[in-house]
Antibody
């Protein structure tokens, strides 16, 4: 069964940094684009960032551009989200998600999601 | 950026009802439009992808239609396990935007 497991969330002060990880299993990780989606408490889904299969193509929401960096280590089947300059409105559950089809330069439906990791930005 | 607008934001319905909700894109997304179901405290789950393709394992009472800017998700006979929030998402171009969601509640 395809599985994604996020880790690295926690309580962090405003202005701080955090790195989230998402470990994948039972699929050929390097072939698929991966994404981060967040959900603030009681709110809807917000796309954060996506990365192509080989890591060269990266995309960000305007709300995180310049502060967050997405990367992947295909040898470890792991996706990362480096978050700097954290603010209160970054407080959310962060999900990683996998594209349904192998990456060909365009993104696709997110067919597998992790359970999420909570990031709380507060002093 | 492509804005996604869902309507209604919430609806109350009874078991057995036929329910339809809509998603409108601010510009054409072709059929790169997907629907997710999310229950409280759980990650989203794909229901319909590419506007009208039913995800494997999803009951046939769910159906999607549309192309371009206007899309619908229909549940032909609402079941107790269908009470949830439904989100549309476009993957036509980045940023990959979601609608604000439609919450389906028990009447």
């Amino acid at each position: 069964e395809v599985h994604l497991l996020e880790s690295g969330g926690g309580l962090i002060q405003p202005g701080g940094s955090l790195r989230l990880s998402c470990t994948a299993s039972t699929f050929t990780f390097k072939n698929y684009a991966m994404s981060w989606v967040r959900q603030a408490p009681g709110k809807g889904l917000e796309w954060v960032s996506s990365i192509g299969g080989d890591g060269r193509d990266t995309y960000y929401a305007d709300s995180v551009k310049g502060r967050f960096t997405v990367s992947r280590d295909n040898s470890k089947n792991t996706l990362y989200l480096e978050m700097n300059g954290l603010r209160g409105d970054d407080t959310a559950v962060y999900y990683c998600a996998k594209d349904q089809t192998p990456f060909n330069g365009r993104f696709d439906v997110f067919d597998i999601w992790g359970q999420g990791t909570m990031v709380t930005v507060s002093s | 950026d492509i804005q996604m607008t869902q309507s209604p934001s919430s609806l109350s319905a009874s078991v057995g009802d036929r329910v339809t909700f809509t998603c409108r894109a601010s510009q054409s997304v072709s059929t790169s439009l997907h629907w997710y179901q999310q229950k409280l405290g759980k990650p989203p789950k794909v229901v319909v992808y590419s506007a009208s393709s039913l995800e494997s394992g999803v009951p046939s009472r769910f159906s999607g239609s549309g192309s371009g800017t206007d899309f619908t998700l229909t549940i032909s006979s609402l079941q107790p396990e269908d009470f949830a929030t439904y989100y549309c998402q476009q993957t036509y171009s980045t940023p990959l935007t979601f609608g604000q969601g439609t919450k389906v509640e028990i009447k």
